[in-house]
Structure formats: C-alpha cells, structure tokens
C-alpha cells in the first residue's frame, strides 16, 4: 500500500466544496482542514505509484477550486494507529 500526502491550496471562498468533492474521491481516505501556508491535506492510499497519479494528477487536481498541489510519498509508517492495525488479529 503506498500512502500520499498532498498539499492543497484552495480557493478561500471554496474550501468546504473543494474539500468534500476531494473526499469523495476514490483512493481518498481522508482530508483534513488546516492552518498555514495550505489550505487542506489529502491522504491518498492505493496500491501502486501509477494510482497515486491517476488520483492526484487526473482526479484531484482537476476539482474546481483546487489552486495548487504538492505530493509527498511517505515511505514507512511509525504511528501507533497504523501499527495496531497492522497487526490486529481482530481480537479487541
């Protein structure tokens, strides 16, 4: 599974929308609302590099509203979350 973060500038006036129509997107987990030089920050998880440009460079980029993107590939995950769910077994 390759897990990107993508930077997103939006238009101010259109955050909720753009936000939302990024959600809905497949290969979209999450989107987060955010303080600072951007404007949201998407998490993408697919299986393969070339999903990762079919969901940001033909899909994301392309919602009305987005401004500006900037793409980070993580290459390990070290939070407790992921790692719990690595290796549940299903047992609570």
Do not use: C, W
């Amino acid at each position: 599974m390759i897990t990107a973060i993508v930077f997103v500038k939006a238009d101010v006036a259109q955050i909720p929308e753009v936000a939302e129509a990024i959600a809905d997107l497949d290969g979209v987990s999450e989107v987060y609302s955010v303080t600072g030089q951007i404007d949201l920050i998407a998490l993408v998880r697919v299986r393969a590099h070339d999903d990762v440009a079919n969901v940001v460079a033909d899909r994301l980029n392309k919602v009305p509203g987005v401004q500006s993107t900037e793409t980070h590939i993580a290459f390990r995950a070290y939070s407790r979350h992921d790692l719990e769910s690595a290796f549940s077994v299903g047992v609570d």
